[in-house]
Each structure stands twice: as structure tokens, then as C-alpha cells.
């Protein structure tokens, strides 16, 4: 199957300020990555869908200027946690779609906001 | 009404037995059914893709669809202690995945 990390596996960050973490296929272009969100014992929620080139779309109730989003290239997406606080502390995890249109996921990034 | 539902759990099933792992979905015109494993602490891994009616087998894994009941299944034979892990039914298309809670299964020896 295709491979897609994520960079940092792990990071721990002071109330208010932000984290970059990156999402990238590493054997295939990925037109389409997404970003999901996991609270401990939850299932996946979809944060936004991104796009190449073009902006990403969020679903309902996921502020899009908390979470920026790029999609700079067919094979790296990025999700910035903007002024971040500790109830956004979770399991971030992207993913994307390959030519067959089965989506992979990322090893996660775990978020600590302390 | 959830989109996707699974019973959480936990299934518990001896070592070298068939686990049967079940999911209902709601929208009608889902296409695209995917079973995902997840250990715990780690991101999902695909296991299993079905699109039609029937049965798709690999290794051992089945997949099994109904789409005019809703109703996808994944089977696992002789199952193994390193099956134990967080089973994920999902459905939609290549731009939106709906993901049910998981259902949780314990293989002992």
C-alpha cells in the first residue's frame, strides 16, 4: 500500500502557541489529503479536506483560521494549530487518497498543549 | 441515527477462532466500503476495500457486503493475539470517508 508520514510523531507545546505538523506521500502525488482528529477512545473526525493548490475545505464546527491548512504540493499538506490550548490536545492524523481512491493514513502526530 | 455503527465492544474470541466483526451504515448510496485496523496509540492501517455485493476474501480476511440490507462484515480466521486491535468500518467516496466508532477485539489464548 502507499506510505504517507508525518512529522513531529510527538509534540508538546505551551498554552498559545502554534505547532506545524506535516503530512506528506512518500511514493505516490497525492491530489487530495485529509486531516482527522482523534480524542482518546473516539472515533476519527474529519478535521478538513486539502486540496492542491486550492483551499481546504472544513467541515462544520472546525475553525478555519485555528487549523490553517497548505497544500503546497501534490505530496506535502500542512496543518498549523494556531494560539493552541489544552482542549486541543488529541491525535492528529492525515491521510490520503491514491490512484484507486483508498485513503492512507499517517502514523498520527499526538498534540500535548500544556 | 448514526451514519456508521459498530458495537464497540469488546469482542473476545480464543485464539484460532473466527472473529466476526459487524457494521450498518445509513446512506444508501455509499459506494465504497473500506476496514481499517488500529492499534491503540497508532493511526489506522487499510485492511480490507470492498465496492459490490458478496464477498472478498485476502488471506484471512473476508469482507462481506449487502448494500439493500446495509450491511458490511469482516471475518477473520484463526485469528491471532496480534489481531487484537480496534476494528474501523468506513464508507463514502475518495473525497469524504464516514468512520464508525470501532469495535474492539480481544484475541486470548
Known amino acids: 500500500g502507499a506510505v504517507v508520514s508525518q512529522h513531529p510523531s510527538r509534540v508538546i507545546c505551551k498554552s498559545g502557541t502554534s505547532v506545524k505538523i506535516e503530512c506528506r506521500s512518500l511514493d505516490f502525488q497525492a491530489t487530495t489529503m485529509f486531516w482527522y482528529r482523534q480524542f482518546p477512545k473516539q472515533s476519527l473526525m474529519l478535521m478538513a479536506t486539502?486540496?492542491?493548490?486550492?483551499?481546504?475545505?472544513?467541515e462544520q464546527g472546525v475553525e478555519k483560521d485555528k487549523f490553517l491548512i497548505n497544500h503546497a504540493s501534490l505530496t506535502l499538506s500542512t496543518l498549523t494549530v494556531t494560539s493552541a490550548h489544552p482542549e486541543d490536545s488529541s491525535f492528529y492524523i492525515c491521510?490520503?487518497?491514491?490512484?484507486?481512491?483508498?485513503?492512507?493514513f499517517g502514523p498520527g502526530t499526538r498534540l500535548t498543549v500544556t | 441515527q448514526k451514519e456508521v455503527e459498530q458495537n464497540s465492544g469488546p469482542l473476545s474470541v480464543p485464539e484460532g477462532a473466527i472473529a466476526s466483526l459487524n457494521c450498518t451504515y445509513s446512506?444508501?448510496?455509499?459506494?465504497?466500503f473500506f476496514w481499517y485496523r488500529q492499534y491503540s496509540g497508532k493511526s489506522p492501517e487499510l485492511i480490507m476495500s470492498i465496492y459490490s455485493n458478496g464477498d472478498k476474501e485476502d488471506g484471512r480476511f473476508t469482507a462481506q457486503l449487502n448494500k439493500a440490507s446495509q450491511y458490511v462484515s469482516l471475518l477473520i480466521r484463526d485469528s491471532q493475539p496480534s489481531d487484537s486491535a480496534t476494528y474501523l468500518c468506513s464508507t463514502g467516496t475518495a473525497s469524504k470517508l464516514t468512520f464508525g466508532t470501532g469495535t474492539r477485539l480481544q484475541v486470548t489464548l
Open positions: 491521510s490520503a487518497t491514491d490512484r484507486a481512491n483508498e485513503q492512507y
Open positions: 446512506d444508501r448510496v455509499s459506494q465504497s
Open positions: 486539502s486540496n492542491e493548490g486550492s483551499k481546504a475545505t472544513y
